[in-house]
């Protein structure tokens, strides 16, 4: 299956990446200090910085999986939407304007404020490595996927050769463009993003008449003719996860995770220190929140639009799975053009968000590791760059690899795992931090590995790894396939209704069986004022 013309999408995609490598290099001139390097010099307003968060966050998932997950599931598809916007007042009410005022590059910043240093840092860099992981999987998932709609390419070594071309993309990004160059990439790639869907959502309401109603029935309607069973249910609540008590668990377990995990996201914590004050950190979220809001509801349409116009079996046959449900549609929509323009601009999503994860990565390794343990806070002139650098090849390999592994998985589903990974190990310890004056490194400690380990256990030996089938098709859904080995002790797909409140609880057990460091009362009145007030935000956090 080969749609459209190869070389129209790769020209567009090819076009594209120019334009965005010229506005890294010029962004590239300034990056002389670590905080030009991750924090962009703070010289971002909150509009903007707003903007970029919207591009960091409509990633793969919410373009390509959710589209695909609505078309295919109707009404629970679009749950996924639901959650990942919801969260956002989370972030906007627990953590955006603390966050700014207590940290200076990273989450680890906050989180050792009044605690050990050593231990607490290596801890959260441990935890911000593992969400990026799962997140970076995703974004080569969606990668090789959509490539191997655009051309046709089914054998699985032609996927790989693309997620290895978007893995080098990446580096070359983020080595020359730092914080600064890669918060342009997202700016331009969420105008882009948003002004596309926007212009299908349009396209496909005008088909039907501007009649959501008329939408739906023909969802319903070209399902039914495809063979679907209850082609109603697209547009039933919980039909997808509904049918038993255990599918229902799984669901909000799935929503905990969602609506909790954003707070917790470390690239997207480490974008609130690219504005100059908590004043700007606020506006940044308020127009995340609109932008974020107005896409989701764009999704809405397009999964509908390409269950009308495409259909869910067509969808699930065509290479790249649920994720090629947008880009069908806008073949069935505009041709040969929409589709190398929706196609150069999912590949954008892709492209600005693994290089927002990447930078996120290296500066947890460079800033926390590096910098702050190994070098006891007073690194070289000009070290921390180097190595965040140097991290950011490493981080690269290891996502090219394991997006080879992730190529053919539903990119939201995978989103959602490193959702709750981001709500297990970091929103607890963020949380206690902020609010609870007694909170000791022990508690700390327990709430980051112990949130970490269960969810990273519980997924090992979830469905999502082994065991899951398509009832249809009988074919594996699960990462391990066609092996006929099945090891899911634990039945639920999303271990965030485990896993969360596990965090909380060994937080809390932690800081009460430990007494509070020596000069526990004098730091908590220094981050209290300083969280509230923003006073000393300006400068670096001393210790």
Known sequence: MNLGNPLVNIGIFGAFVAVT???????????????????????????????????????????????????????????????????????????AELLRNTGKFTMADVLSFRLRQRPVR?????????????????????????????????????????VAVVGVLMI???????????????IVKA????????????????TYGFNVSSLMQAAIDTAAAQGVEDPEGLIEPMNQYGATALTKL??????????????????????FYTVPDAKQARRSVVWAIWLIGLFYLFTLVLGYGAGALVGPEAIRAAPGGVNSAAPLLAYELGGTLLLGFIAAVAFATILAVVAGLAITAAASFAHDVYASVVKDGKPDPGA????????????????ILGGMFAVGQNVAFL???????????NLPTLVYSLFWRRFTTRGALWSIYGGL?????????????????????????SLVKDTGVDFALFPLENPGIVSIPLAFLLGWVGTMTSRPEPDHEAKADEMEVRALTGAGAEGAVDH
């Open 21 to 95: 490598m010229v506005i890294v290099l010029r962004a590239s001139r300034n990056n002389k200090t670590a905080a030009d390097y991750y924090a962009a010099g703070r010289s971002f307003s909150g509009p903007q910085n707003g903007t970029a968060i919207a591009g960091d966050y409509l990633s793969a998932a919410s373009f390509l999986g959710i589209a695909g997950a609505i078309a295919i599931y109707g009404y629970d598809g679009f749950l996924y939407s639901i959650g990942f916007l919801v969260a956002w007042l989370v972030a906007l009410l627990l953590v």
């Open 122 to 162: 290596m801890a959260a860099a441990l935890a911000t490595l593992a969400v990026c992981f799962f997140y970076l999987l995703a974004q080569m998932a969606g990668a090789g996927g959509l490539v191997a709609l655009l051309l046709g390419i089914t054998a699985p070594a032609g996927q790989y050769v693309v």
């Open 415 to 425: 989103v959602a795992l490193a959702f709750a990974v981001a709500a297990s190990a």
């Open 453 to 477: 380990g269960s969810c990273l256990l519980l997924i090992a030996f979830s469905p999502v790894v082994s065991g899951k089938v398509d009832p249809v098709t009988g074919a594996s859904l």
């Open 250 to 271: 799984n669901f909000l377990s799935l929503a905990l995770a969602l609506v909790l995990g954003t707070a917790g996201l470390p690239h997207v914590l480490m974008r």
């Open 172 to 186: 070359v990004y983020v080595l020359v463009g730092g914080m600064k160059g890669t918060t342009w990439v997202q």
């Open 384 to 399: 921390e760059v180097r190595i965040a650098r140097r991290t950011v090849v490493v981080i690269g390999a290891v996502a």
């Open 191 to 206: 105008v882009l993003l948003i002004a596309g869907a926007a212009a299908m959502t349009v396209w496909v309401l005008a």
